[in-house]
């Protein structure tokens, strides 16, 4: 080693200084090779697992978010449901609907001429059930028995209403004959919706 040093030594000055840069860039060399190259690529790697470590926990973050304003909607649909099902009464609720219109109807002090349910008017996903009435009564008892149908919680709607005078009046009542058109809805079941497009599609056909 003193040998290799002492020849080193009388070189020329421009020899050691190249031999002592090449020492330098060896060793340089050697460093990047075994620590530096290794330990860069380990933390570029770190870095890549760092980033979609954030970008998994920013979609997480998303979903949760998403998953509250979507329970939020998911009560608000069920709340328009109900409200929509307590307007809109399905097939076996029709009966007692219309005997509550027509218990409204005594109620108010009338007396029930006719009351007959006409045949439905079929949509895509509802039915309209017309129901013709003729009442007999004061105009008082007449207007307080539009005031409990419209306050009902189901959806009735009274149309071409037509008043005349009703038998000779007794004393100081005068009676009158009121008829109108009541229209209230219902719910169509799924074997009525795909029987009503099956004929619907018919009528298509046919034409």
Do not use: H
């Not at 290799?4 to 990047?32: N, S």
């Not at 979609?52 to 920013?58: C, F, P, S």
């Not at 609720?93 to 009351?115: A, K, T, V, W, Y």
Request: glycine letters at 6%; a neutral charge; proline letters at 4%.
């Amino acid at each position: 080693m003193n040998d290799l040093l002492d020849r080193i030594f009388e070189l020329p000055a421009r020899q050691r200084i190249l031999i002592l840069v090449g020492g330098v860039a060896l060793v340089f060399l050697a460093y990047a090779y075994f620590f530096y190259w290794p330990l860069s690529a380990e933390v570029a790697q770190r870095v890549g697992q760092r980033d979609d470590l954030l970008r998994d926990r920013a979609r997480k973050t998303a979903l949760v978010a998403n998953l509250d304003r979507a329970r939020e909607e998911v009560a608000k649909l069920n709340g328009d449901l109900r409200a929509a099902l307590a307007q809109l009464p399905d097939t076996k609720e029709i009966p007692d609907l219309l005997s509550n219109i027509s218990s409204l109807g005594r109620e108010s002090g009338l007396e029930i001429i006719q009351f007959k349910q006409r045949p439905e008017q079929f949509e895509d996903f509802y039915a309209a059930v017309p129901v013709d009435i003729l009442v007999r009564g004061a105009y008082t008892q007449v207007a307080a028995f539009f005031d409990k149908v419209s306050r009902m919680a189901r959806i009735v709607n009274v149309t071409n209403v037509a008043i005349k005078s009703g038998p000779k009046p007794e004393g100081d009542v005068v009676s009158l004959d009121t008829s109108c058109a009541a229209m209230t809805f219902r719910f169509l079941d799924e074997a009525e919706r795909a029987r009503i497009a099956k004929q619907k599609e018919k009528e298509k056909g046919g034409k």
